[in-house]
T-cell receptor, first 115, second 114 residues
Framework: DAGVIQSPRHEVTEMGQEVTLRCKPISGHDYLFWYRQTMMRGLELLIY????????DSGMPEDRFSAKMPNASFSTLKIQPSEPRDSAVYFC?????????????FGPGTRLTVT | DQQVKQNSPSLSVQEGRISILNCDYTNSMFDYFLWYKKYPAEGPTFLISISSIKDKNEDGRFTVFLNKSAKHLSLHIVPSQPGDSAVYFCAASESNFGNEKLTFGTGTRLTIIP
């Protein structure tokens, strides 16, 4: 059973470049979340979708960040232009509404380094 | 403002002894709490949860205690094993219908000493 798939696993880019992170949620899950992990702030929720519709993007730090979910099996998180302070591990997670809805399944993460 | 706080960034415990990880929260609307475990280069995985209608939930070696008046929860691992070495995140949610949002703490790195 495939879990949440994220690509790339590592991304190194120069300041000012566009970065696109990709996520494939678990089939049948109707919630998708994007998180950022840093030492100082732990796991921060950036945005989440329900049935492909963005529900809460209050965690998106700036207009440089955008996320889309064109269909139930794919989502992207884009940073344009990227800055060194965006360096972090970005996780995608998915979940299914129901009794265990609070349990989220995480992908392996994308480690982003902006130089 | 950090609504879920894990004030100990790290903890070392001897193998076989009890590990106690602590978590505090400030939002009184939180009524569902979870612990996640994270190994290096992997995503967090769900470990155990508790609803605010309970004060204790047990699953094998793992027990979570909730003190609502103090807005405090703790995770007990007994006995601790080397495979328990990981980063542990506390998370909280308001169980409004349709609100799937989790607020995470900063994590505690647990090291089990053989």
């Amino acid at each position: 059973d495939a879990g949440v798939i994220q690509s790339p696993r590592h991304e190194v880019t120069e300041m000012g470049q566009e970065v696109t992170l990709r996520c494939k949620p678990i089939s049948g899950h109707d919630y998708l979340f994007w998180y950022r992990q840093t030492m100082m702030r732990g796991l921060e929720l950036l945005i989440y979708f329900n049935n492909n519709v963005p529900i809460d993007d209050s965690g998106m730090p700036e207009d440089r960040f955008s996320a889309k979910m064109p269909n139930a099996s794919f989502s992207t998180l884009k940073i344009q232009p990227s800055e060194p302070r965006d360096s972090a591990v970005y996780f995608c997670a998915s979940s299914s509404a129901g009794l265990s809805s609070y349990e989220q399944y995480f992908g392996p993460g994308t480690r982003l380094t902006v130089t | 403002d950090q609504q879920v706080k894990q004030n100990s960034p790290s903890l070392s415990v001897q193998e076989g002894r009890i590990s106690i990880l602590n978590c505090d929260y400030t939002n009184s609307m939180f009524d569902y709490f979870l612990w996640y475990k994270k190994y290096p280069a992997e995503g967090p995985t769900f470990l155990i949860s508790i609803s605010s209608i309970k004060d204790k939930n047990e699953d094998g070696r793992f027990t979570v205690f909730l003190n609502k008046s103090a807005k405090h929860l703790s995770l007990h691992i007994v006995p601790s094993q080397p495979g328990d070495s990981a980063v542990y995140f506390c998370a909280a949610s308001e169980s409004n219908f349709g609100n799937e949002k989790l607020t995470f703490g900063t994590g505690t790195r647990l090291t089990i000493i053989p």
